[in-house]
């Protein structure tokens, strides 16, 4: 509303109205289910109970992962739980909880501290734009672990919602690993109605994309940060398309990784800052642009003292299972170390929780 007002000669009556956190994340569930009911590829529930179990089960309630009813249906209906499930739910949680206290939430304080400067030096602002890119991941990827795993507790089997995005190389390739179920929920909901990429003209297929994107930034919030970050990822995704990025350029390897990295870090600049201008003054400092300096002993501070939470952030984005040799990740030695590793993880985050300030996570907010 308040978007709408800066276009209008006689602004309108803002209403004061409080919204329940997560509202669009089990608003979107129930549509689905009204919609597969309607499409009939599923029946309909006609326990009032098991709907509103589905609607409002509480550990992806207020921030996803967005579940499916035809995912979950059976097991509503006939739920198992067993002792490795819950056992692996736990460990999920504490890996959840780990992400979100120790890493997203110390870089949250580099990044809060970056972005609340006017002027920075250029070292400064990449830093804190590192932060933010690494926070806002383990924010929520932590809580998509911690509700996976609070459901295979329960005997609840979701689906995945993070694949390691940050070792995409192309912006196609993040939004197929970065909140898995939020993009097949665009997609099979509103991209494939609108006759997704079997269409008979490019004009038409751009369209059904703007479509998605434009929807895809409201649905963080109606403020023009969002909505031009939705924008950003259309513009990129049609050059993508246009050139065949993914299949003509596969000899490019890690230039490909930096070119989808760079974009990803300059979109959740825009995403993290209030307005347009102060995203646009925060990337100008980054090229140094507003004859900003290229270091100071504030940029280099933090980043010396963070350093070790940088790293760690690195190294835990990538699939280290894929990487290890097959031998040391099914060793016994790996398996003992494991759930030492877990408690050992589990008791720092909770000394932190108790030492630290309350720090929501970032998507409580859509």
């Known amino acids: 509303m308040t978007n709408i007002n800066q276009l209008l000669a006689n602004p309108l009556p803002i209403p004061d109205m409080t919204l329940p956190i997560g509202i669009s994340f089990f608003t979107f569930q129930a549509i689905s289910y009204v919609i597969d009911v309607y499409r009939k590829k599923g029946e309909a529930q006609l326990n009032p109970i098991n709907v509103g179990l589905y609607i409002a089960f509480f550990p992806q309630l207020i921030a996803g992962p967005i579940v499916r009813y035809e995912t979950v249906a059976y097991q509503i209906r006939y739920r198992q739980e067993t002792w490795n499930d819950f056992s692996y739910g736990v460990c999920r949680f504490m890996i959840g909880l780990s992400k979100k206290v120790l890493l997203a939430n110390t870089l949250a304080l580099v990044a809060d501290q970056a972005f609340a400067l006017d002027e920075r030096s250029v070292v400064f602002a990449w830093v804190g734009a590192l932060a933010y890119t690494f926070q806002i991941y383990y924010d929520f990827s ?8 609070l459901g295979k507790m329960f005997g609840f089997h979701f689906l995945e919602n993070f694949n390691y995005p940050y070792i995409s190389r ?20 509103v991209y494939i109605p609108l006759g997704g990429s079997r269409v008979s003209s490019k004009a038409r297929l751009y369209f059904n994309l703007f479509a998605v994107w434009s929807l895809t930034g409201l649905w963080h919030g109606a403020n023009w940060t969002f909505i031009s970050w939705g924008l950003l990822y259309y513009i990129l995704l049609v050059f993508e398309k246009t050139i065949g990025f993914e299949k003509r350029w596969q000899n490019f390897g890690w230039l490909k990784n930096i070119y989808t990295m760079f974009f990803v870090i300059m979109g959740w600049v825009l995403f993290r800052a209030e307005t347009i201008g102060q995203a646009g003054q925060y990337m100008a400092s980054m090229f140094g642009l507003t004859g900003n300096g290229f270091i100071d002993n504030d ?52 000394s932190y929780m108790v030492k630290g300030a309350y720090n929501p996570f970032i998507y409580f907010n859509f």
């Open 142 to 149: 932590g809580y998509s672990d911690m509700a996976i795993g």
């Open 299 to 350: 940029g280099l501070f933090l980043l010396t003292q963070n350093g070790v939470f940088f790293i760690m952030a690195f190294c835990c984005s990538l699939p280290w299972k894929n990487i290890l040799p097959s031998k040391v990740s099914t060793s016994r030695w790996t398996a003992m170390i494991y759930p030492v590793i877990l408690i050992s993880l589990f008791i720092v985050s909770l």
């Open 170 to 189: 192309s912006v196609s390739e993040f939004w197929r690993r970065w909140h898995i179920s939020l993009g097949t929920w665009f997609k099979d909901y």
